[in-house]
DNA sequence: ATGAAAGCGCTAACAG
DNA sequence: CTGTTAGCGCTTTCAT
């Protein structure tokens, strides 16, 4: 492993400016610069990042913490973070908190205060108050990412508005009975979602003039298996079937259109269903959908956080903009058939 | 942020004790370590991993070089080494090579080089020699996962055995015409998995005198999708259609038994449908699978890292242990219906 | 069992 | 634009 004072000895200069020219800070005479990167590549040396850390005070690495790694979401927004990162050079270090409360307390007090990370992004996580002052204290800058953190930055959709784009989707077809499969209260104690896409659902019901009829509803778990089953209870009742169903994610979705196929329904024609994500999924199911982009939202994140760490650049994105949503329609919704 | 050397004064000893009463190397009388550890909680000190690791050399860091995040099994693997690694106070870093080869390059000269990690993990990738090389001139240990790097200690299912099992159910259910999805060829350059796979299939079918029939087989993706397109061409043929499938992976397996669906056959009367990996949706799908363990798979690595890293450890896990698979029977397999 | 002190390899003033 | 030099905060010999 060559270090930086032999490069700096076959470039013919000093280790400062071995420093500066690898790094791009500090001015360096094209010359010199050039020698540098010749000597460099010719010893293979690379620096070591804790010596340069331990310098610097900047780690080049970023935190990511996250309740899952296998669900669809989660590893779309992780994937946009990564890649993100991996193109401005910085490391990602994960911390899954799947667990137990336990694991979460060790991983705020053990490793994000190691100085090993520049950076925080919290996905669907509700941070206490404490963590988030913790690492404020720390000059660690922090951003959420499809959950609100009081007080921190943070990237979501607007879940009122797609409810209410995806309800209005089904009421422009004609459909007035429309069911809604959201999120069982737990779900809503990291992440408001459910509540707020419950909110644009009714919400749009009301504006058209449709009462909101609490026997549509049915929780689920954002599982295909729970959608699955949502939809059984909704879809089986003797009379009066909703001819719509609005589920609160794509997995759902997926499950009750394999309900209404098991009761001998046919999507579209006997009921209409849309979800929200546009999953990996919903193109082979031909599920109609209002498309989050995840991988978009962890590359954004990433481009707040850069802004803050590294404000040189260009000043790029403007602060504010709201994230992208947009509905795909495919064939699982058509207009109800006629009422006999 | 309390240094170590406020610690010591506070405790009333050395710098050095501390270290080594914090860290557990070197002995230290039980009053000093008591001392130390009430000085520091008091100040809530958490050691800077930098300055530890450039004195050290160790990082107490972990890479992993993963092709996907979105797919279950790497996912799942991931998962299991997170948590491994968590409990022994590891952090792991990410690095995710879905793109181009010029990522792979670049994760390699400039990521795992840094000194930022004490190992790599592999997940699914055969690693050149040139990086297999670079890696143990740096003495940092590396085990695959998944895929057979040469030269490297690796975590691979049986894929011939598991095939094989899969393939022998189906037989001792009374089915001769078997037919099997597999991979493509592509999937082939990583890990040989497809290949050793429809070799434990043939195998399989040759000691119960059974023909290899070239026409049983169809290549796909992995995918539910590719799946479901493939069982399409196997079951839609008129005549001589075959009585069961055996998929390479449960994804394809399910998408076969949503193609039987479509074809107005049923599952298992009709034909009989069988995979590996034991997905989540399986028991959703009631799929009959060779269940892989993919999150032990991550464990497992991570205790053979360990043990290189610390091998003062009780000397646990024996070196060669073959990994664990099994046969799970849902509704998704029966006797084949008798010929009328 | 403990302390003193020499680095680990690099960066950032500072001076020139 | 470039060199000199003092640390960054810890670990680890080497004594004691």
Known sequence: MAGIEEVAKLAGVSTATVSRALSGRGHVSPGSK???????????????????SLASGRTRNIGVVIPFLNRWFFSSVLEGAQQALLR????LTLYNLSGDGNERVSVFEHFLLR?????????????????????HDLGKPLVGVGGPIPGV????IDDV????????????????????IGGQLEFDLD???????RLGYEAALLDAGIEVDPRLFAPADFTIKGGYHAAKQLLGVPRDRPTAIFAASDEMAIGSILAARDLGLVVPRDVSIIGIDDHDLADFFGLTTVAQFPRLQGEKAVEILMEQLEPDADAAAPAATPLPYELIVRSSTARPAPVD
């Open 161 to 180: 508005a797609v409810a209410r784009l995806a309800t209005e989707h089904l009421i422009g077809l004609g459909h007035t009975r429309i069911a809604h």
């Open 115 to 135: 100085q090993r990370v520049d950076a925080v992004i919290a996905v669907s996580l509700e941070l206490t108050e404490r963590e988030v002052t913790r690492l």
């Open 34 to 52: 050039a020698k540098v990167i010749e000597a460099a590549t010719q010893l293979g040396y690379v620096v070591s990042s804790n010596a340069s």
């Open 191 to 197: 992440f408001h979602l459910p509540t707020n896409r």
């Open 153 to 156: 930055r943070t990237l979501t």
């Open 88 to 91: 401005k050079g910085y490391d």
